[in-house]
């Protein structure tokens, strides 16, 4: 397995090389990843506790709700990050088909 490289070793590399320039990105990828199944099982979690609460009257009710809601926001939350981090990923990947040097620059 490879050694990741640290903050110094990148210090040292130059600023436009493609290898800082993967390796700056590769722990935001894998951040995207599990905001995504996190954000998923938030939504339906929450969904599943809306729904639980709601068909059912009982003393428990008005938790299940709160707590459905608040699941389903963090849910929500979580999924716009990732589509507003997606969809800028995507218009510098097309900056970056204009003018190569677009994407190491920034």
Known sequence: ???????????????????????????????????????????????????????????????AVLGGAALISLGSIALWILVRNWLKRKKDLEESKQDPGVGLRK
């Open 1 to 63: 397995m490879k050694k990741v490289y640290n903050k110094p070793v990148l210090r040292t590399l130059d600023a436009e090389d493609v290898l800082v320039a993967r390796l700056k990105a590769t722990p935001k990828a894998k951040r995207d990843d599990l905001g995504l199944i996190f954000g998923i099982i938030f939504f339906l979690a929450g969904a599943a506790l809306l729904y639980s609460g709601t068909s059912n009257s009982d003393a428990s009710e008005f938790a």
